[in-house]
Structure formats: structure tokens, C-alpha cells
């Protein structure tokens, strides 16, 4: 049975908090006031003030109630009903035009309860508006329902002042189980959700978060939702428990409730028609576009959803864009791109920098016993048309899958691969490093764009996006000790003399080995051409370690004693697309558990310190790794070698500039890419002439510049 209660008339708009959550000597609207603060001065309405409003159709339960500014005019004040206490800003003769659409300055034919309302607000067609503050210059039109209840939370998963813990809001990132749920708060960052979600076993940790949330908000009833200045509201059903920032524009939303809209004259965020949305935190500048439904998320800074997309139980990262399909129990990283309606991503972990293609199926349930199952993805994830994946799989970074239906559990360690299925054999192909031989376009300009397309105002992270830094640099030590693992099982090394480290740097072209540990099934697993990824990897750590070092401009005189002087290469974690040592985490974390850090303000500040000290250490690591490559090419830590390693790095660098356009040539060369133009000139005029190419200029521009410095640094060596 509905529950309705009856109450006298001239109670509405009182009684807001309840009488036994106001503290003794105040009022219902000491939340209020310190919300509103004093910038500006009211006065009660003058009796020709009552009496013109009383001719334009408006009523009052108590004129009294209607408190006003100097520059009140009556005369803009027509066909409404106010209850409780109302307070109103100045209102002059102006209108205000947004997007080429002019209105009056006023309040027109709206029911308002116990508001305070700005200066030179245009407010018509409110049906009901209830406990809300109202900037300056704010536009509400057409809107059905406006309301905030006194136990608003705005998206935050807190609990107030006699509300139960089921009530609590959390969201079920990562896995469908609710094994790895976060509450969500105001400003929580990809890397909260990780360290949220990941460190599961350390039950300290977990409820100091957890008190930590519920410590950052006022748990006490009453507060006022707020609309920010220059906002504009136009064609809404229905808003409860929301506060918008300013300069929001919300077009046609069928249904927000119990959300934080961060938004900013910089940054400002757009939420558009038929959309719903419940229990969510937007960032700043986001834009949620035509039928989006979104409930129990979060939506970090510059973020999109649009065209029907569903996002639930997930946190999405910055500078992402979702369109169409379906988003479940997913934590994912800044720089995720997803634009087709029938891609489908559940119970998963994705570290960024990704593209999900038409069809792909990341993490269904349908394949798997249970669901608690997960897929966990490094950066530069890249599923195909209409793949399947099977819970639980792990991807180490920049792996393309392509399309086809796996249908076991994949562990794949192997970073910058190419993964398929190989139907003739029945087995699982993987070809590591591909990337280096066979896109190198795409991978070197997806690094730029992702630094380019980065519109973030507030920067809480330093994001990384170079495909070579010290997570993939670790990534590839890891494969590169496997290879040498696996060769070291075959008949052709047996009968080799040196190690396996020079077998495959040096002996012919291995085509294929043979494994079973990739893939959770009876078929092979086919790793190809793995002696040409081993020296494609061991490449790439060279231009990785002279290119940081000439970046930090390493002096040349003190390079031989850093790497003298090195500790062993250090483990690196990706903290929402931030890369801090591990060591580092792990400390900080015990400074939670050990009430040493006590706030999210003070996380983020870790962040931010990690983020200045990571110049240096990615020097530091850069210096290890070249200590431990001297090792592996058996040669001695001494200057001589050094030069060799840095002489080397030219070579590789113009090879990595003439694949990035070969590779991108290959779109012009191909005969089936040409075959819907009639000539080259009306090619060129449609895809753009490849010699104008401005990525590959930059490419080349960057590349004769690194060889300067590199030829600068050798010359200094010798001398």
C-alpha cells in the first residue's frame, strides 16, 4: 500500500528536517544559511510589493515568508505559489539568451517550495520545485519535478544521521560477485577505484577507506540541492538529490536522481534528451547524450556516453568515450573508446588506452561457471570484431585479439601482441611484439592522440601514454626471460653452445614454438616467429633506455656510476593510468592502515608527489634496465659499452620512423584501398595526400631531434 500522508495546507515547505536531527539552538534552515552564505542582503517584501504580486496571479501562505534583494522587481514575478521560506535575488529588466533562444528574466507559472533563488534567474513552467539554491543567471524551463529530500546524498555513497548501511550506495566495479565493490565519492580518481578494489585481502586497509569516504561528507540531514550559475535546465521530467556546477546545460533528462553534475565555465558538462540516470558522481566536462541509462556509477573528468549506452556498477576514466552498447561491473582506465551498439563489457578491469570493435564480447557471464568471474586487461587493449572472451582471462599490455570466439581462460604475458585463432591447426597463435613489426603507425600515434585529446582542467593523475615506460619496459623483460624458457626446451638449442639470450638474438629465424600454459585447454598454443619478437623486445628496451636518458639529460659523465651504483629494476603498478613504483604503493598504504594518512585529499596528494618524483625514476629505471640488458648481452658495465648500446639506438630509431610510414603507406598502396576511387587525386582529395601526413612529419621531426641529442651525448662520452 502507497503510504500518503494528509497535512495541513500552510505546512508545506516546512518541517524539512526532522525535529530530532536539529541540533539545540538552531533551526530547520542552519544548512541552509551556511550553504547561501552573506554575500547578499535580503529584505522582506514592502506591501506595493505584495499587492503587485497579488495582481499577477501569485499566492503565498505567508508573505512574510518572501524574503527579497534591492533590486527585486514584482512586476517579473507572475502566476506562481510559494511556500515556506523564499528568498529571491534581484530581477531586472533583461532576458537572457542561450543558444539563440531568448527569456525574460522572472519567475513565471512555477510552484516553489522553500528556494532560494538568484539574481536574474528566468524560471517558467516549474511544476515543482522544492529545497533547491538557485545561482545567479540560471535558466529552468519546462521541468516537472525539481526536488531535494533531507537525506540527499548527490551520487556520495555515505550514510546520514539515522539511516541504516543497507542504504548505502556502492558500486560493484570489476566483477559481478560484488568482491571488489567502492563507495563512490565527489573526486574520486581511476586510481581510487583501484586501490579500492585490487588490495581486497588487506581488511585494514578496506575499512579505513571505507571510514575515510564516510568522514569526507556531513552526515547531517538538511542539506539544499544546488544549481550553479549560468546552468541551464530545459524540458526535464524529473531531478531529485542532485547539485549541478555551473554552466551545466541538461536538455530533455527523463529522470536524474541522487547525482553529483560537477561543472565549470572551463569544463562544462552536457547532459541531453531521454536520459536516466541514478546514484552517480560526473566530473567536469562531461557530455551524456540521447537515451543513455546510467545507475550506481561514476564518471570521471571529459568523459562521454551516448546514443543509448547503459553504464552500470562501473567507473569510467577520463577522456573516454562510451556510445550504444553496454558497460557492466567494469573499472576502466582514462583513454577507453567503445562506439558500436553491439559491443558488450562486463567484469572487467581495463587499464586504458583501449578500443572495443563491433561485436566484441569482453567478459559475458554466459561463458563461465559462475559470476565472479573477471578479465583483467593492460594498457592498449585492443578486442576485434565480435571476439568472445571466456572469464577469468588476464592480457598483458597493447594485445590485439582477433576476431573469433575463445573459448577458454587466456593468460597471455607476452606485451604489444597479436592473438588469433589458427583454425587449420585448431590452435591459439600468438605473435608477441607485433606491434613493432606490423603497426607501428597506430601504436606510435596512439600514443599522441591520447596525450592530445587530454582536456582535463584538474589534473590529479600525471596519465602516461607512451607505449614504452616502465610497466610495458617490465612487461617485456618478463617476455623476453620466457622466450628464453621456452627455447631452452627445444632440440635446435640443445645442440647450441652459447646461451639462450644469444641463441635467439643471433641463430636463424625460429618460426614457431610450442606451449601449453597460455590458454586453459588441450589445444596448442602457438607462439610465431618468437626469436624475431625476442630481438624486436630487446630493441625497444635499448630506444626505451636511451631515449629517457637523453631526456633527462643524464649527464655523461655520471652514467657509468649510476648504473655501477643501481639496485635491481623496480616493480611498477598502474594506478589509474598513473605508473608509481610498487614499493611506493605499498608503503603508502601502511601509512593508511596506520592512520598516518587519513584522507582522500591526502591520497591525492601522494599522487601528485609521485607525479613530480616520476621524472627521476623513470631515469632510475631506466638506468636498471640498462644494467640488466649489459647483463644479458654479456658485456661489461663500462663506457665502451655504453656508446655501443647508444650507437645502437640510432639504428633502431630509423627504423621505427621508416615503419610508422610504411606502415601507414600500406593504406595507400593497396589496390583493394584505391579501388572506390576513380584516381589518386580524388583519393587524396577524400582520405587526405600521404605525403601531408602531419603525424608522420611529426614522427620524423622528433626522430632527427632524439638523434641530435644521441649524437651530442656520444661525442661528450668519447671526449
Given amino acids: 500500500m502507497n503510504t500518503i500522508r494528509k497535512k495541513p495546507l500552510n505546512e508545506i515547505g516546512t518541517g524539512f528536517i526532522p525535529s530530532d536531527f536539529i541540533p539545540a539552538g538552531k533551526d530547520e534552515y542552519y544548512i541552509r544559511d551556511k550553504q547561501l552564505g552573506s554575500h547578499k542582503k535580503y529584505r522582506q517584501l514592502s506591501a506595493h510589493e505584495i499587492e503587485v504580486l497579488v495582481k499577477n496571479d501569485n499566492s503565498a501562505d505567508d508573505w512574510n515568508n518572501i524574503h527579497v534583494s534591492e533590486h527585486f522587481n514584482p512586476l517579473l514575478v507572475k502566476n506562481n505559489s510559494f511556500h515556506g521560506l523564499i528568498r529571491i535575488g534581484d530581477l531586472q529588466n533583461f532576458f537572457l539568451e542561450f543558444h539563440d533562444i531568448p527569456l525574460p528574466v522572472g519567475i513565471y507559472n512555477s510552484n516553489i517550495i522553500s528556494c532560494d533563488l538568484g539574481s536574474n534567474v528566468s524560471i517558467n513552467n516549474v511544476d515543482l520545485m522544492s529545497h533547491y539554491i538557485v545561482e545567479d543567471e540560471v535558466i529552468l524551463q519546462n521541468i516537472n519535478e525539481l526536488v531535494t529530500t533531507n537525506y540527499a546524498k548527490f551520487g556520495n555513497g555515505i550514510i546520514k544521521e539515522g539511516e541504516d548501511e543497507e542504504l548505502r550506495i556502492w558500486v560493484e566495479v570489476s566483477n559481478e560477485g560484488g568482491g571488489r565493490r567502492i563507495i563512490p565519492f565527489e573526486g574520486?580518481?581511476?586510481?581510487?577505484?583501484?586501490?579500492?578494489?585490487?588490495?581486497?585481502?588487506?581488511?585494514?586497509?578496506?575499512?579505513?577507506?571505507?571510514?575515510?569516504?564516510?568522514?569526507?561528507?556531513?552526515?547531517?540531514?538538511?542539506?539544499?540541492?544546488?544549481?550553479?550559475?549560468?546552468?541551464?535546465?530545459?524540458?526535464?521530467?524529473?531531478?531529485?538529490?542532485?547539485?549541478?556546477?555551473?554552466?551545466?546545460?541538461?536538455?530533455?533528462?527523463?529522470?536524474?536522481?541522487?547525482l553529483t553534475i560537477k561543472s565549470s565555465s572551463e569544463s562544462p558538462s552536457q547532459i541531453g534528451e531521454g536520459v536516466e540516470l541514478v546514484n552517480g558522481i560526473i566530473g567536469y566536462g562531461c557530455h551524456i547524450f540521447y537515451g543513455v541509462k546510467a545507475v550506481r556509477?561514476?564518471?570521471?573528468?571529459?568523459?562521454?556516453?551516448?546514443?543509448?549506452?547503459?553504464?552500470?556498477?562501473?567507473?569510467?576514466?577520463?577522456?573516454?568515450?562510451?556510445?550504444?552498447?553496454?558497460?557492466?561491473?567494469?573499472?576502466?582506465?582514462?583513454?577507453?573508446?567503445?562506439?558500436?551498439?553491439?559491443?558488450?563489457?562486463?567484469?572487467?578491469?581495463?587499464?586504458?588506452?583501449?578500443?572495443?570493435?563491433?561485436?566484441?564480447?569482453?567478459?559475458?557471464?554466459?561463458?563461465?561457471?559462475?559470476?565472479?568471474?573477471?578479465?583483467?586487461?593492460?594498457?592498449?587493449?585492443?578486442?576485434?570484431?565480435?571476439?568472445?572472451?571466456?572469464?577469468?582471462?588476464?592480457?598483458?599490455?597493447?594485445?590485439?585479439?582477433?576476431?573469433?570466439?575463445?573459448?577458454?581462460?587466456?593468460?597471455?604475458?607476452?606485451?604489444?601482441?597479436?592473438?588469433?585463432?589458427?583454425?587449420?591447426?585448431?590452435?591459439?597463435?600468438?605473435?608477441?611484439?607485433?606491434?613493432?613489426?606490423?603497426?607501428?603507425?597506430?601504436?606510435?600515434?596512439?600514443?599522441?592522440?591520447?596525450?592530445?585529446?587530454?582536456?582535463?582542467?584538474?589534473?590529479?593523475?600525471?596519465?602516461?601514454?607512451?607505449?614504452?615506460?616502465?610497466?610495458?619496459?617490465?612487461?617485456?623483460?618478463?617476455a623476453m626471460a620466457l622466450l628464453r624458457k621456452e627455447i631452452e626446451n627445444t632440440d635446435a638449442y640443445r645442440s647450441f653452445s652459447g646461451n639462450s639470450h644469444e641463441?635467439?638474438?643471433?641463430?636463424?629465424?625460429?618460426?614457431?614454438?610450442?606451449?601449453?600454459?597460455?590458454?586453459?585447454?588441450?589445444?596448442?598454443v602457438i607462439l610465431y616467429k618468437p626469436s624475431a619478437a625476442y630481438r624486436e623486445y630487446r630493441d625497444m628496451l635499448i630506444y626505451y633506455i636511451v631515449k629517457t636518458l637523453i631526456c633527462e639529460d643524464c649527464c655523461h659523465k655520471a652514467i657509468l656510476k649510476r648504473v655501477e651504483d643501481s639496485e635491481k629494476r623496480s616493480r611498477w603498478e598502474n594506478v589509474g593510468g598513473q605508473l608509481i613504483r610498487k614499493s611506493r604503493i605499498n608503503s603508502h598504504l601502511k601509512a593508511i592502515e596506520k592512520d598516518r594518512v587519513g584522507s582522500w585529499e591526502e591520497i591525492h596528494e601522494f599522487y601528485l608527489t609521485e607525479a613530480e618524483s616520476y621524472p627521476r625514476d623513470l631515469a632510475d629505471h631506466a638506468i636498471a634496465s640498462l644494467k640488466e640488458l649489459l647483463f644479458l648481452e654479456g658485456q661489461k658495465a663500462d663506457m665502451e659499452a655504453i656508446g655501443q648500446i647508444f650507437n645502437r639506438a640510432l639504428a633502431i630509431s630509423e627504423r621505427l620512423v621508416k615503419r610508422t610510414a610504411e606502415s601507414r603507406e600500406k593504406d595507400y598502396s593497396n589496390p583493394f584501398r584505391n579501388i572506390t576511387f576513380e584516381n589518386t587525386e580524388e583519393r587524396d582529395a577524400v582520405v587526405g595526400c600521404f605525403e601531408d601526413n602531419s603525424f608522420i612529419k611529426k614522427t620524423r621531426d622528433d626522430t632527427r631531434a632524439f638523434e641530435e641529442k644521441v649524437k651530442t651525448y656520444l661525442q661528450f662520452m668519447i671526449s
Avoid at 396 to 409: D, H, Q, R
Avoid at 455 to 470: E, G, Q, S, T
Wanted: hydrophobic residues 35%; glycine residues 8%.
Fill in 188 to 258: 574520486m580518481t581511476a586510481g581510487d577505484a583501484w586501490l579500492w578494489s585490487r588490495y581486497r585481502d588487506r581488511k585494514i586497509l578496506m575499512k579505513k577507506l571505507k571510514t575515510m569516504t564516510q568522514n569526507a561528507f556531513d552526515n547531517r540531514r538538511g542539506y539544499y540541492g544546488r544549481i550553479g550559475s549560468r546552468s541551464v535546465l530545459k524540458h526535464c521530467r524529473i531531478l531529485k538529490d542532485v547539485t549541478i556546477g555551473t554552466d551545466a546545460y541538461i536538455k530533455g533528462s527523463n529522470k536524474l536522481k541522487n
Fill in 297 to 478: 556509477f561514476i564518471m570521471d573528468d571529459h568523459t562521454n556516453l551516448k546514443y543509448g549506452a547503459r553504464l552500470i556498477n562501473s567507473f569510467l576514466g577520463n577522456n573516454s568515450t562510451i556510445s550504444c552498447c553496454e558497460v557492466l561491473n567494469a573499472l576502466i582506465y582514462p583513454g577507453h573508446e567503445q562506439h558500436h551498439n553491439s559491443s558488450f563489457l562486463i567484469a572487467s578491469t581495463i587499464l586504458g588506452q583501449s578500443n572495443m570493435a563491433s561485436g566484441a564480447t569482453v567478459g559475458s557471464n554466459h561463458n563461465s561457471r559462475g559470476n565472479d568471474g573477471e578479465i583483467l586487461a593492460g594498457r592498449g587493449f585492443w578486442p576485434g570484431l565480435s571476439i568472445s572472451l571466456k572469464h577469468n582471462s588476464r592480457f598483458a599490455s597493447f594485445n590485439l585479439i582477433v576476431t573469433g570466439s575463445y573459448y577458454s581462460e587466456i593468460n597471455n604475458p607476452f606485451p604489444f601482441s597479436l592473438i588469433s585463432n589458427d583454425k587449420k591447426k585448431d590452435a591459439l597463435l600468438v605473435i608477441p611484439a607485433y606491434w613493432f613489426r606490423y603497426n607501428m603507425y597506430a601504436l606510435a600515434r596512439n600514443a599522441w592522440k591520447y596525450g592530445d585529446r587530454d582536456r582535463r582542467k584538474i589534473r590529479k593523475h600525471l596519465l602516461v601514454f607512451d607505449f614504452l615506460a616502465p610497466d610495458t619496459v617490465n612487461e617485456i623483460f618478463g
Fill in 503 to 524: 641463441y635467439l638474438c643471433t641463430a636463424p629465424h625460429v618460426d614457431t614454438l610450442n606451449t601449453d600454459w597460455i590458454e586453459n585447454s588441450t589445444r596448442p
